[in-house]
């Protein structure tokens, strides 16, 4: 089937972990956004979630780290940080193993990658689940980008892995939607965090939502650092989103810098 | 310097009970699994976030120990300034400050 959702969101663990200390009329509007995210997939009576997600540590670390990782495990369980901290409990998602292995194997004939049949999901998953699959009964393959550790890949690199997992999505049987969550510019886990560029954020969104691959794939890393901090990194998973919806237009649902939040938040969807 | 290992200590810190339950359990044993320093085995034992940071382990790894060790959030973000005070700027790494006014 056809990929059913495209879309975007943010997932900083502030957003659940210090949600008592955001602005209720920026948080309340943020979080029903989220929450209409995950009506709308669900009304595209999807048979998988997938997200393509930045994680931090969780799972992969310098003694191997992929560009990208998919999973392909039963279950997941998650999040890794201490619940209390993290505002989530434990949970057990459950995996789509059979469906991943056919996605990763089609996608192998178009690019590298590797796979995992054990992942730990950390907040950059756990956040948005909690928002969109609430009971975690939709079966969910994660995928990662290192946006952690340098050399990473270039966001050219992102939109090809993008359309490589739409033209493996499109040729399965099953319905399958697609969420990609990353921060746009933020300085998160140091001193400044908090401090969100927002004109930086509205150009990049304003390229994601025109589905500009030219002005998407541009950004240098040192562009990235020094007008997006470290965690701009993360628009690698945007830049998948976008690949995946090539030839459509997306629309941002919202957009707010919640600076307790450490991120410019943000929901999106493609026109696919 | 083996800033690797004392993130590669944390990374396993962070996501494996068997390390946890070390950690409780021989937090001195942990420490001579890996290659370290004195001086970072002194900024774990501390633990000494401030200096943590300052060495370069990566943000979302030292996020987490932070926690771990009772740190709430706008004491964790102190002792970041505080260890830049003390122990001068970043020494490796990607999470360096810029103007070190966040939102807390
Ligand atoms: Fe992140």
């Known amino acids: 089937m056809p990929l059913v959702y495209a879309g975007i969101c943010s997932h900083a663990p502030g957003i659940t972990g210090r949600a008592e200390r955001a602005d209720p009329a920026l948080r309340d ?83 590298d990658l590797a796979y995992a049949q054990e992942w730990k999901f950390d907040h ?55 969420v990609g969550t990353g921060g746009i510019s933020h300085w998160p886990a140091t001193p400044d965090s908090g401090k969100i560029n927002e004109s930086w954020d509205r150009e990049f969104l304003s390229r994601w939502a025109a589905n500009d691959r030219a002005a998407l794939t541009a950004y240098s890393d040192e562009e990235t650092w020094r007008d997006g901090g470290q965690g701009g990194f993360e628009i690698r998973t945007l830049i998948a989103v976008a690949g995946a919806a090539e030839g459509a237009t997306g629309e941002i649902r919202y957009y707010a810098p919640i600076p307790i939040f450490a991120v410019g938040c943000t929901v999106g969807r493609m026109r696919i | 310097m083996s800033l690797y290992y004392v993130q590669k200590l944390l990374y396993q810190l962070n996501r494996d009970p068997h390390a946890r339950a070390r950690f409780d359990e021989n937090f001195e044993g942990l420490l001579d699994d890996f290659d370290l320093t004195e001086e970072e085995k002194a900024a774990l034992r501390a ?18 120990y932070a926690a771990l060790r009772g740190f709430e959030w706008d004491r964790y973000i102190q002792a970041m300034r505080d260890g830049l005070k003390l122990h001068g700027p970043v020494r490796a790494g990607l999470y360096l400050t810029t103007d070190g006014r966040g939102a807390v």
């Open chain 1, 124 to 178: 950059g998953i756990m956040v948005p689940l909690h928002f969109l699959t609430p009971a975690y009964d939709l079966p969910v393959i994660p995928a990662n980008i290192n946006c952690q550790g340098p050399p990473l890949t270039p966001p050219a690199r992102a939109y090809e892995f993008g359309r490589a997992l739409r033209e493996a999505c499109d040729a399965v049987e099953e319905r399958i939607a697609l």
């Open chain 2, 47 to 64: 633990p000494d976030i401030g200096l943590l940071y300052v060495m370069g382990v990566n943000g979302q790894i030292l996020m987490h």
């Open chain 1, 29 to 111: 509007p943020f979080c029903q956004h989220l929450r209409d995210m995950g009506d709308e997939i669900r009304a595209e009576r999807p048979d998988a979630l997938l997200v393509v997600a930045a994680e931090h540590f969780a799972n992969f670390f310098m003694d191997n780290m992929p560009a990208y990782c998919m999973g392909m495990a039963d279950y997941y369980d998650g999040p890794i940080e201490d619940p209390q901290w993290l505002g989530i409990e434990p949970q057990r998602v459950p995996g789509a193993a059979s469906l991943a292995k056919r996605l990763i194997g089609r996608m192998m004939a178009r690019i």
